[in-house]
């Protein structure tokens, strides 16, 4: 394979959370490379110095994760159109000429994480509701669209970053009002939370599921914890439930790629050692 070490890591303020690490070590080990994989905690203040001194260091690249996702993009030389689309980027790559190039494998990650769940799931099988209007939720509406969504509803706690995007977006995606998230749920076949609502030490998301299908996919964008009050809520209905954990992992795959030249796989031995450390 390579006789060169392969650095890359992940940049993000605080970053000592990420549970990237993990993921990549251990396909490091698995594919028996030489490289490894850091955490690298950059002050916002700090950020076109890091990204800069990636070439320089002779890394690969790295992730790049909250808060820098849109602040990164103006570094690269170039940045996939996808990722444009998405207005932010996840993983930068280093080319051999020293080029910095953006890529967001975030709404690719998710997407996969709802076939793994799902094998039959398609986009267009009714409208898809998202709470939250950030990064998480412009990078899953884009790869909806992607996939075909024909109706996506989003509601936001400050309506007017759901308008935004609504507006930005055009058809196929609409904005309600925070006040109409129980109701707004009735027909669809696919609920998503991207707030952090629900995550822990913070609030439960306050929804009523009553006019959720029970045919609906529910995913949450959360992982720490695995089952939030809202997936499991969704579970005991008989809705199949998606937690974040799958658009880790996945989101993962194509930037080891890009880095490493193997494409890995997310098999139930690394699940379960990711799920370990949470």
């Known amino acids: 394979m390579h006789n060169t070490f392969i650095m890359a890591g992940v940049m993000g303020w605080p970053v000592a ?3 990237s690490p993990v993921i990549h070590n251990h396909w490091i080990h698995h594919h028996g490379l030489s490289g490894a994989y850091g955490r690298f905690p950059v002050e916002p203040r700090n950020l076109e110095a890091a990204i800069r001194g990636l070439q320089a260091l002779g890394l690969a690249g790295c992730n790049i ?8 993009m103006q570094y690269m030389d170039w940045v996939d159109p996808l ?6 980027i996840n993983t930068i790559v280093v080319r051999p000429d020293g080029a910095l190039h953006g890529f967001n494998n975030d709404g690719f990650g998710y997407i996969q994480s709802l076939r793994e769940a799902q094998p039959t799931w398609c986009a267009d099988a009714g409208p898809s509701v998202i709470l939250g209007a950030g990064g998480a939720a412009r990078a899953i509406v884009v790869s909806l669209m992607d996939a075909g969504a024909t109706e996506i509803r989003i509601l936001n706690r400050t309506r007017s970053k759901a308008e935004a995007l609504a507006q930005e977006f055009g058809a196929p995606v609409a904005a309600f009002d925070w006040s109409e998230r129980h109701a707004v749920l009735n027909g669809a076949s696919l609920l998503v939370n991207t707030t952090n609502q629900g995550m822990h030490g913070e609030t439960a998301l306050d929804l009523q599921l009553e006019q959720l ?4 996919l ?5 992982y720490v914890p695995l089952e939030t009050p809202l997936l499991a809520a969704a579970r005991l ?5 998606v937690n974040g954990l799958g658009m880790l992992l996945h ?3 194509p930037a080891f790629h890009a880095w490493f030249s193997v494409m890995p796989d997310v098999t139930p031995e690394l699940r379960h050692i990711v799920t370990q450390t949470l």
């Open 218 to 222: 529910v995913s949450d964008a959360i």
């Open 83 to 88: 990722a444009q689309r998405m207005g932010a």
């Open 237 to 241: 209905r008989g809705n199949t439930t």
């Open 17 to 19: 959370h990420s549970r």
């Open 65 to 72: 994760t909250i808060p820098h996702k849109v602040e990164a």
């Open 213 to 216: 299908p029970t045919s609906a």
């Open 251 to 253: 989101q993962a795959r």
